[in-house]
């Protein structure tokens, strides 16, 4: 147990609203990552960190921000949510290994309408 | 772009029979894991195979790392019903970010 935790874990929203998903960590852990699960298509890497303020793309970043001011907390933030953003959105830390082993939070089922 | 290719998609057994899972890339792993996601769960470590050829045993999962790094094999002796779940193989291709397979959703049957 990595000790993540997300919020909300549910979530309806209606397509053009702004929304936050917010991931918090208790193992210090640098590095943090977002990704969303589709059927079909696994995971998907939006973005992630690698340290305080310091953030770069995955491979499905368009339409989605993210912003790390602390060590613990990273923030997903859907400025115009889509239908096609619909999806589960999983946060992840990585141990510190050489191997890029993760943990991955609970998940937040997020639903445009 | 890295592709990591999972087969079979989908898997549904009777509870004691023996299945193999595999995971295949046209690039070289720097180290491959596995997971298992159980349904509203996120997905949970179950292995890391960093050496070509590599055997890794957890029970009754067998995990073999290709001798040229770029494919694996998960394979399950006797499944029970707790085996149920999707299985993803991730790659590391040695930066700072992994590439997920699409999986494969295995059901025992009792």
């Known amino acids: 147990d990595a000790g993540i935790t997300q919020s909300p874990r549910h979530k309806v929203t209606e397509t053009g609203t702004p929304v936050t998903l917010r991931c918090h960590q208790t193992?210090?852990?640098?590095?943090m990552y977002w990704y969303r699960q589709d059927p079909g298509h696994g995971l998907r890497l939006i973005h992630y960190s690698y340290g305080v303020k310091d953030t770069d793309k995955g491979e499905v970043s368009d339409g989605y921000s993210v912003s790390r001011s602390k060590t613990e907390d990273f923030l997903l933030t859907l400025e115009s949510a889509t239908s096609s953003q619909t999806s589960v959105y999983f946060c992840?830390?990585?141990?510190?290994?050489?191997?890029?082993?993760?943990?991955f939070g609970p998940g937040t089922r997020l639903t445009v309408l | 772009t890295q592709l990591l290719e999972q087969s079979p998609q989908f898997l549904s057994i009777q509870e004691g029979e023996n299945l193999t899972v595999y995971c295949n890339s046209s690039s070289v792993f720097s180290s491959l894991q596995w997971y298992r996601q159980e349904p509203g769960e996120g997905p949970v470590l179950l292995v890391t195979?960093?050496?070509?050829?590599e055997v890794k045993k957890l029970k009754r999962l067998t995990f073999q790392f290709g001798d040229a790094r770029k494919d694996s094999s998960l394979h399950i002796t006797a499944a029970q019903p707790g085996d149920t779940g999707l299985y993803l193989c991730?790659?590391?291709?040695?930066?700072?970010?992994?590439?997920f397979g699409t999986g494969t959703r295995l059901t025992i049957i009792p």
């Open positions: 193992e210090n852990h640098r590095y």
């Open positions: 992840a830390t990585r141990a510190r290994s050489s191997y890029n082993e993760q943990f």
């Open positions: 991730a790659g590391n291709f040695g930066n700072e970010k992994l590439t």
């Open positions: 195979v960093v050496t070509g050829g």
